[in-house]
């Protein structure tokens, strides 16, 4: 299982961070936070892109990524990263109420516990800590008009070539559900765009902001309780 990752997010297989509008939506929810001198983690950095985008570089930034090769990327944007690999029932490599915000998008739907993950999460984040966390939406626009044609909604039931494996479905009820449950309250919730189609085109962000349960991602910034 860890070794899809080192397939997957290799030189030969980046992945285009900048240019997609659920990294531009979590983006400016962190820089409206207005972070200056606080610890900020992302779990699953990948290459470090999204924390080298932050506009208050007067922050100090962390990653854990599975890919040899995100690592190094992330280590030359003067990320301090740890090689890591998520599973069940492991501590994350880091100390009781360190950080300020962490970072988790595209994370929670490969996980098996969930329970276990968030009260890691929990653990390393200061009291007051706000923890950014997005996942596919099952409930999308685009979801639904594939099951209304009975074709399967874009859901992994394995892994495959290109496919790191998607055990996990939300909506934007039983993600805020889950949050809740394990000590955290829930500051902002947002989505992306409205996918009219399998291919993500066309689309659309202001019916996404107007209807959030119909788009594309689920968005989340909550607060350590």
């Known amino acids: 299982m860890k070794n899809i990752y080192e397939k997957m997010y290799s030189q030969d297989n980046k992945m285009v961070l900048a240019k997609s509008q659920r990294v ?3 983006l400016e929810i962190v820089n409206s936070l207005n972070l200056k001198n606080k610890n900020i983690l992302d779990i699953g ?3 470090g892109t999204f924390l080298e985008v932050i506009k208050n570089r ?3 930034f962390y990653g854990v990524e599975a890919s040899q090769y995100g690592c190094q990327e992330s280590f030359k944007k003067g990320i301090q990263v740890s090689k890591f690999y998520v599973r069940d029932g492991e501590p994350l ?3 009781n109420n360190f950080f300020d915000l962490v970072i988790a998008g595209e994370i929670i739907e490969h996980i098996y516990d969930t ?3 968030l009260s890691e999460i929990r653990r390393i984040l200061k009291p007051s800590g706000k923890l950014l966390i997005s996942t596919p939406n099952v409930a999308s626009f685009g979801r639904r008009l594939l099951l209304l044609v009975g074709a399967n909604p874009l859901l992994e039931t394995s892994v495959e070539t290109g496919n790191a494996g998607h055990i996990r479905y939300f909506t934007f009820k039983t993600l805020k559900e889950l949050v809740n449950k394990n000590g ?3 500051i902002k919730g947002k989505s992306d765009i409205v996918n009219f189609s399998s291919r993500g085109k066309p689309n659309s962000r202001i019916l996404a902001q107007l209807l959030p349960s119909l ?3 689920i968005i989340y910034l909550a607060k350590k309780i």
Request: net charge negative; proline share 5%.
């Open 24 to 26: 531009l939506e979590m």
């Open 45 to 47: 950095c990948y290459d």
């Open 58 to 60: 007067e922050n100090s």
């Open 93 to 95: 490599p880091y100390k």
């Open 115 to 117: 329970d276990f993950w």
């Open 184 to 186: 955290f309250v829930l």
């Open 215 to 217: 788009g594309q991602s």
